[in-house]
C-alpha cells in the first residue's frame, strides 16, 4: 500500500483519494482480495510490488488468457 501511495505521489498532486488514512486503504484492499477469493474467475490479484516490467508482464498474461 505504502508504495503504490508513493509512485502515486510522484505522478502528480494527491487526489481525494490518495490523501485518505492508510486504514481506508487496507479496508479497501481487504475487500478486493476477498472478492477475488470469491470469484476467481472475475478476479486477477496483480503483485504491484515487482518491478514494472513484471508488472506489466502479469497484467499481459492475465489479459492474453481473458481474450484467448
Sequence with gaps: MALGLQRA????????????????????????????????QRYRVINAALPLTE???????ALAKLLA
Aim: aromatic share 10%.
Design 9 to 40: 505521489g510522484k505522478r502528480s498532486e494527491p487526489d481525494r483519494f490518495e490523501r485518505e488514512q492508510g486504514d481506508f486503504f487496507e479496508r479497501v484492499r481487504e475487500s478486493y482480495l476477498q472478492q477475488a477469493r470469491k470469484h476467481p
Design 55 to 61: 508488472v506489466q508482464a502479469q497484467i499481459i498474461q
